[in-house]
């Protein structure tokens, strides 16, 4: 169990670095790399038995393969058996499986049934052509499928794995006492990790997943206490640490709401009160604000940064994307300015003498708020005394880059007051797993001008009635987004699509100004674009998914979304909030393609007939998961290997309260738990 990686065979050192940066680092910690999926290869799928979204293993004979050129290069192979017809395509392959794939070649094939022309088809399953003859070795058990582990394949973690459960048989483990198991109805972790690790004859993935199975349970709950106890850890260790104790100026946040051409809403001014009590404790504030599109929590931000300059110290407000960063900056240049506040913005498009003149102010302590993207906690930035730290959009931000932040205050021998705002709003069961360490506050009451989006589904092919109706909304003044669709592949992929849709609208709308915006533009040409916009020099504004956040035009009245359908919840309802700022009555018109799956048609009737982000964000957790809604398959930031938050959240109740019970009464235990899940990587879990 704790022999080094390297005694297993197929793992040199090369390897074995790759799984220590997934905090592999001897032979017992793959019992707790567990597989996510199983793949049921005990039986062939005549083609005809397909169920479309369904994964099948076919066994098929080569009709052809060829070669086909568009905008994407891809083999096209045409196969058969006795009940039909199968289309498989690959996007990435080598001249040698081009020469693999013959008429007449047996193949077998496992992959996931889609809708092709006129047949099904398969994008890129896993294949193994059969020799002549040879006959087809079939499993008598469900195949475990682990995550790819940068580049290290599933069937070898699953050979590794085997490994560590022979040694397991003779080893200890920490575990709680048979009366707790029996009466949690758990079997014992030992039982619990081979059963998931080595499904047994006969059993179906629905069984092995099911939410009451002893085994199951065992690992989730082990897995969620691993979990909580490093969050309560690391909110105790904040706790710890020593910070700015403010006090609170009331002149100057009166002096900052007389500038408003309203009145807060109750729950701004509820969600103020409670930073406002952080900032006066010598303690670092750990506060999550989390508040629907256009709930006002810019303005709450603002009001900490007051405090925090007023009582000499400095602050940041960093943004995911330039984009969002210019919109801060020209509101706190709006509110925070005339209150004798130096705002700076260090962005990516300042000329080297100017950002070397703005280093030298955040340096010496005259600038007072800098605001920016990732650029904030470079090397080169030294501040004078950074007292607060605002992120906007928190979950685009990586755990390394908010470590960086703070250890920008390090020679203050203080922590900065840390306040994380999102406008995607986090379902309860996601916010006591991932955010467990973060005091929150929720500004759930809309401003009492805001207008609902009237919000409709129109087929693709209605297109030609949406062109006619955006005519009439130009003339009549008012302005219109049209969003590209999501392809998560290729950010260049992505702009060719917004390219090709802006010289079709441009076609059909020769009388209109029609934009275009995407992120392989240079920073300031997306930022003349937005300019062009705001000013209404542009009528239709062709978009990718950079204008998610931070574009605030009100007098766009129409938000296209095309192929709406390849979109997540909250996102679809981000581009929503784009519009329905002014006074006029907008709308949000989801383009989709037909025909629809299940899963894409729940989507798109979620969020057709709801305006509730909290509603909306709960359904997006039921569909999904908490993987994808978190990004943690693109940041690598900790995700759930086995527990599914959805599934799993009575366990997540059981394990909050039994974590704090553990670090009182059996720390050693909790120890061990944590160890076993992190290793000594127990900093992965900071903030």
């Known amino acids: 169990m704790n022999s080094p990686l390297t005694a297993l065979p197929g793992i040199g050192p090369a390897v074995a670095e790759k799984l220590n940066k997934r905090h ?84 077998l094939l496992y992959g996931q049934a889609v809708e092709g022309q006129g047949r099904w088809a398969m994008m890129h399953p896993e294949s193994k052509v059969l020799k002549s003859d040879e006959n087809v070795q079939l499993s008598d058990k469900l195949t475990p499928i682990y995550p790819a582990t940068l580049g290290v394949g599933s069937a070898r973690i699953s050979r590794w794995a ?42 179906r993935e629905s069984d092995i997943l099911n939410p009451q199975n002893p085994h199951l349970k065992r690992v989730v709950l082990d897995e969620l206490l691993a979990k909580q106890i490093g969050m309560l850890r690391k909110k105790a260790r904040a706790k710890a640490a020593d910070g700015f104790a403010l006090q609170i100026d009331e002149h100057r946040q009166s002096a900052l709401l007389k500038q408003l051409p309203f009145t807060l809403t109750n729950a701004q001014v509820r969600v103020i009160t409670e930073i406002f009590a952080d900032l006066i404790l010598a303690k670092p504030m750990h506060r999550l604000v989390q508040g629907d599109v256009g709930s006002g929590k810019t303005l ?105 932040l703070k250890e920008k205050a390090n020679h203050t021998g203080k922590t900065p007051h840390l306040l994380v705002m999102t406008a995607t709003p986090i379902p309860r069961t996601l916010a006591m797993s991932h955010y467990a360490d973060l005091d929150t506050s929720v500004i759930d009451e809309l401003p009492p001008n805001r207008k609902p989006v009237a919000t409709v589904l129109l087929a693709d092919n209605r297109r030609a009635e949406l062109i006619e109706r955006i005519k009439a909304l130009v003339a009549a003044g008012q302005q219109v987004y049209w969003v590209c ?80 359908e390849r979109f997540g919840l909250a996102q679809l309802h ?81 394990a909050y309260d039994l974590a704090q019970t553990l670090m009182t009464d059996n720390p050693r235990l909790a120890d061990e738990i944590v160890a076993r899940w992190v290793g000594d990587a127990e900093d992965y879990l900071e903030v």
């Open 300 to 404: 709450v931000a603002f009001s900490a940064v007051l405090q925090a300059v007023a009582n000499g110290v400095q602050a940041v407000i960093m943004a995911p994307t330039e984009i969002l960063s210019e919109q801060h900056y020209a509101q706190a240049l709006k509110l925070l300015a005339p209150l004798d506040i130096a705002v700076v913005w260090l962005s990516g498009k300042t000329t080297a003498k100017k950002r070397r003149a703005l280093l030298g102010q955040i340096a010496e302590g005259s600038a007072q708020v800098i605001i920016g993207t990732h650029a904030l906690f470079q090397e080169e930035v030294i501040y004078h005394c950074l007292g607060l730290a605002v992120i906007d959009e928190q979950h685009r931000f990586g755990v390394h880059q908010r470590l960086l």
């Open 162 to 203: 085997a490994v560590a459960l022979d040694c397991l048989a003779n080893e200890r483990i920490s575990d709680f006492s048979d009366d707790f198991l029996q009466k949690h109805h758990l079997a014992p972790l030992k039982a619990a990790l081979k059963a998931i690790h080595q499904p047994q004859v006969g059993q």
């Open 574 to 654: 981000q581009l929503r909030g784009r519009v329905g700022r002014g006074a006029a009555k907008s709308y949000c018109v989801l383009l989709f393609q037909q025909p629809l799956s299940p899963t894409a048609r729940q989507r798109l009737q979620v969020i057709r007939n709801s305006q509730d982000g909290f509603a909306i964000a709960q359904a997006d957790l039921n569909i999904r998961g908490a993987g994808e809604i978190l990004g943690t398959k693109q940041t690598g930031e900790m995700s759930l290997r086995i527990a599914d938050l959805q599934r799993d959240s009575e366990l997540l109740n059981m």
């Open 24 to 107: 592999i680092h001897q032979v017992g910690d793959f019992l707790f790399l567990l597989p996510y999926k199983f793949q049921d290869r005990t039986a062939i799928t005549p083609i005809s038995d397909l169920v479309y979204g369904e994964s099948a293993q076919v066994l098929v004979t080569v009709q052809s393969a060829k070669v086909q050129y568009g905008r994407q290069r891809m083999l096209v192979i045409e196969c058969y058996d006795d009940s039909g017809f199968l289309t498989v395509r690959l996007f990435h392959f080598s001249k040698a499986q081009m020469r693999l794939f013959k008429p007449d070649v047996r193949v």
């Open 485 to 564: 669709p999501l392809i998560e592949e290729s950010d260049m992929l992505q702009a060719q699509a917004a390219e090709d849709i802006h010289a079709q609208l441009a076609a059909a709308l020769p009388m209109l100004n029609v934009g275009l915006l995407h992120g392989r533009q240079k920073s300031d040409e997306k930022a003349a674009i937005i300019a062009q916009f705001q000013a209404n020099k542009i009528h239709l504004l062709v978009s990718t998914t950079v204008i998610e956040v931070g574009v605030d035009v009100p007098n766009a009245t129409l938000m296209v979304i095309e192929n709406a």
